[in-house]
């Protein structure tokens, strides 16, 4: 399997690639997977049921593909091919530039090769005629090509000139066991609109945006729960702030593939709004869990699902509040299948073991064909075009030379094959012998490994031979103990001085109470008020506790003054004593209100009131500036904090003075 998606990556083909090589490993083939290295993830990695993964040196240079370079690549992949003895390649993803060129590498060495295409392309823009061509090239000396669908498959066809006898259907599947209902978790009184996608243009997040809107105002009760992330994030977080729809229009964000499931059975239905799709697993995933579908009528979707499991619709914004809405009324009425129903349906419908089935036929028969001749080869490659085949003539050309050059300075007689199965049962059977010469007692272990070697395969470990299971919390003892007093000091065994022990009336911890509890009481404002300190040689400092008394004793000074004085409130916790924090703020509190009193006489709104708090004088000198701009010059005090921010001058001249006076006087009062 050859891919540049793959984990720690998540997606669509990332999980087809896992399920399938799981699948094929159950069947007792060997199936090893080349990708690029992600991270720290580089060289060999062994996955579950000893899946070997190959993490190549090759960085990432455009949406997670490595740089197409095609002969730089051919030395490694060479080496892995001879020294795991491989025989088929099978390629995924028209995007990926390794699953390309590995292809056209093992086509050159003689191997067969299986491509499988998992998107949809057009035909107009430039992305898509890039792409097609590239497609055309790797796919002319293909031995055979899978589809995920029937329009996956008349859109490959199109794109790269191919014969439809050499392209399979094979679908997707999805692990059941993982995607299982619990109507538990939705929400009683709402109905759950739920949006598991990545929020792209190719997605359709435009469509979603547009009804959106429309959709909670006309359904108080509907809610929206989107995860995913992307480009257009930015879009529905702005339609969520224009109609205010916080509340109702829930961002999750970039979701793990383990997580989906439990977003999933929280909502009643899955909008998709894709432009393209070949398959859109996405949408068996939430049938799967229970959830009706709508969707838009694009690609393969229609193929998917039976027709009362899903709700069609033109990639249009009214098509969609239509059918959307037709899928609410239906929820409210009760005429929706089942959770588990639609689970238990959906269950015999796709299987990743059926899908294994499928793909090991095209094996076989990919295995029985003929190896085609260079020259045949050439002539599928000069047919691709009048100057395109040209060039992909003298790239086959080069590759078959520069195979020739390495099978001289790296022969294949010289590459180390991998440890075959055969050696590793040979080293388990002398494992065995000197378990049973040295009378260990490991019989589930002998029982395990002689398994292993009369079915040539490697099963399942045992429960107790788990690495979760090797220390089990009932062999632990039990914890003693203790009631009554501490125990006087032993100086036979404890070598430290007895003055830094207890006082014997010291009390033990009582066994009810809570970690909370615990941490309250051994706090440093509990042990600062204690008369006897128990060990500590430290004087305890003032507490976080007294720091925030003493900001409250302010009279909760405005954001403005804090801001400007940060640093001082930083100091504060080196000083031992809090009072000397309470009259630093004291000083500054004095400055800032004097300052506040000499904005009344430098603006010209009467005397300065007789009150020392900044909150009122704060909103005393907004209150003035107001009643002058409405022309009122009796600016008498009012005691009571009247907040008049709020206020919206509804004459446009009034306004324009508002903004000058202001405009004037944003230098000075920076309330």
Not at 524 to 549: G, I, Q, W, Y
Not at 558 to 576: D, G, H, R, T
Request: charged share 25%; aromatic share 8%; with cysteine.
């Amino acid at each position: 399997m050859v891919s540049d998606f793959f984990y720690p990556n998540m997606g669509g083909v990332e999980s087809h690639i896992y399920q399938l090589s799981q699948c094929l490993l159950e069947k007792g083939h060997k199936v090893i997977i080349m990708t690029h290295f992600y991270g720290d993830r580089k060289g060999v990695r062994y996955l579950t049921n000893g899946l070997k993964v190959y993490y190549l040196p090759f960085p990432a240079f455009y949406n997670q593909c490595i740089l197409p370079t095609i002969y730089i690549t051919f030395p490694l992949v060479r080496n892995i091919l001879i020294k795991e003895q491989i025989t088929i390649v099978h390629g995924h993803s028209a995007f990926s530039t390794l699953a390309h060129e590995t292809m056209f590498h093992a086509r050159t060495m003689g191997l067969k090769t299986v491509f499988t295409d998992h998107s949809l392309f057009g035909f107009a823009d430039a992305s898509s005629i890039l792409t097609n061509k590239i497609l055309q090239f790797s796919l002319a000396d293909c031995n055979h090509v899978i589809c995920v669908s029937h329009t996956s498959k008349e859109n490959t066809v199109l794109r790269a000139g191919l014969d439809p006898k050499e392209v399979s259907v094979i679908p997707n599947a999805v692990d059941a066991t993982m995607f299982v209902p619990d109507p538990s978790k939705r929400h009683p009184g709402k109905i759950t609109v739920v949006v598991v996608s990545r929020l792209v243009y190719r997605k359709g997040m435009d469509l979603l945006a547009g009804i959106i809107p429309d959709v909670c105002q006309t359904h108080p009760d509907v809610q929206f729960i989107i995860g995913g992330d992307g480009p257009k994030r930015i879009l529905l977080e702005e339609v969520r702030e224009r109609h205010e729809l916080h509340d109702r229009v829930i961002m999750l964000g970039m979701l793990e593939h383990r997580k989906v499931r439990d977003v999933l059975v929280q909502g009643d239905i899955l909008i998709n709004t894709s432009l393209t799709e070949a398959f859109c697993i996405a949408i068996v995933e939430a049938a799967c869990c229970g959830l009706q579908v709508v969707s838009t009528k694009v690609g393969g979707v229609p193929e998917v699902l039976p027709p009362d499991l899903i709700y069609l619709a033109e990639p249009n914004d009214q098509s969609l509040r239509e059918e959307l809405e037709r899928a609410i009324a239906d929820k409210r009425a009760g005429r929706n299948v089942p959770p588990f129903v639609a689970h238990n349906r959906i269950k015999l419908l796709y299987t990743w073991r059926d899908v294994a089935h499928r793909t090991e036929r095209v094996y076989k028969r990919v295995a029985d064909l003929v190896e085609r001749e260079t020259k045949e080869r050439l002539s599928r490659y000069y047919s691709c075009g009048p100057l395109s085949g040209k060039l992909f003539v003298i790239a086959a050309v080069l590759n078959i030379w520069f195979m020739c050059f390495l099978q001289i300075f790296q022969p294949r007689q010289k590459t180390n094959n991998s440890s075959s199965l055969r050696k590793e049962r040979d080293n388990i059977k002398k494992d065995i012998l000197k378990m049973t010469k040295s009378n260990i007692k490991c019989d589930e272990k002998i029982r395990f490994l002689q398994s292993v070697c009369k079915n040539n395969k490697v099963l399942p470990l045992p429960e107790k031979m788990l690495p979760t299971n090797i220390i089990q919390h009932k062999s632990l003892p039990k914890a003693t103990e203790r009631k009554g007093k501490r125990p006087a000091p032993n100086p036979s065994v404890y070598d430290f001085p007895e003055e830094y022990w207890p006082s014997p009336d010291t009390e033990l911890v009582p066994s009810d109470m809570s970690a909370n509890q615990l941490l309250m009481e051994c706090s440093r404002e509990k042990r600062r008020k204690r008369e006897n300190h128990s060990n500590s040689a430290v004087e305890p400092h003032s507490s976080s506790l007294d720091l925030l008394n003493a900001v409250r004793r302010t009279e909760r000074l405005p954001i403005v003054f804090l801001k400007q004085n940060l640093s001082m409130v930083k100091q504060a916790l080196s000083y031992p004593d809090s009072t000397i924090f309470e009259q630093k703020i004291t000083e500054k509190r004095k400055t800032f209100v004097k300052t506040l009193k000499e904005v009344f006489a430098e603006r010209n709104i009467g005397d300065s009131p007789n009150i020392d708090c900044p909150e009122q004088l704060t909103r005393e000198i907004g209150r003035r500036l107001r009643l002058c701009l409405m022309g009122q010059r009796t600016v008498n005090f009012i005691p009571c904090a009247i907040d008049l921010t709020n206020v919206k001058m509804r004459s446009k001249v009034t306004e324009t003075r508002t903004t000058n006076i202001y405009q004037e006087s944003s230098s000075e009062v920076c309330v």
